[in-house]
């Protein structure tokens, strides 16, 4: 199990719902307005969900999930 389905697994069962959804329009390609792109890196961007942050790679044609964290002062801190 990696760490992400772990991550996943102690998430509130209503955020994790959201999360879920939020996941699946990403990947689906209908979440292009929600995405935010993180200064000084290329092709890292993030979308809020709730009190979550969902950090991720996507250069247009591949989307690699590198994160899921609480929004707090650190969140940004390991990119």
Known sequence: MDK??????????????RLEDALSRLYLGKST????KLKGFDHIYRIRVGSYR??????????ILKAIKRR???TYSDF
């Open 4 to 17: 992400l389905q772990k991550l996943f697994r102690r998430i509130p069962r209503q955020d994790r719902l």
């Open 72 to 74: 707090n002062e650190a």
């Open 54 to 63: 969902v950090i991720f790679y996507d250069d247009g044609t591949d989307i």
């Open 33 to 36: 307005d929600e995405k935010q």
